[in-house]
């Protein structure tokens, strides 16, 4: 993701970081290494095998961290969040 995120004209890329301790530590880490503008993070201790998950999604200029929710509204809160991210980008 990286390169991607590095090219001359790089597309819109997202990241997920799935975390076990640190998760939100981590995940900033992760967005800055990775260059990219927008991370989704999450405890995958606190996931897996259920039909719930808690993220927060990291931007440059915003943390924003939902209660624990059905994933399929997990899901909707991200495709929420970046179109008000790309509305704000213009793009």
């Known amino acids: 993701m990286a390169s991607v995120a590095a090219l001359p004209k790089p ?19 992760k967005r800055l290494r990775k260059g990219i503008p927008m991370l989704i993070a999450n405890n995958v201790s606190q996931a897996m095998g259920k039909s719930t998950n808690q993220i927060t999604i990291i931007t440059d200029d915003e943390e924003l961290s939902f209660p624990e929710k059905e994933k399929l509204q997990v899901a909707e809160e991200i495709v929420q969040s970046l179109a008000r991210h790309l509305d704000k980008l213009n793009l």
Not at 11 to 29: D, H, M, Q, T
């Open 11 to 29: 597309p819109f890329c997202i990241g997920f970081a799935a975390e076990s301790e640190k998760v939100l530590e981590y995940a900033r880490a």
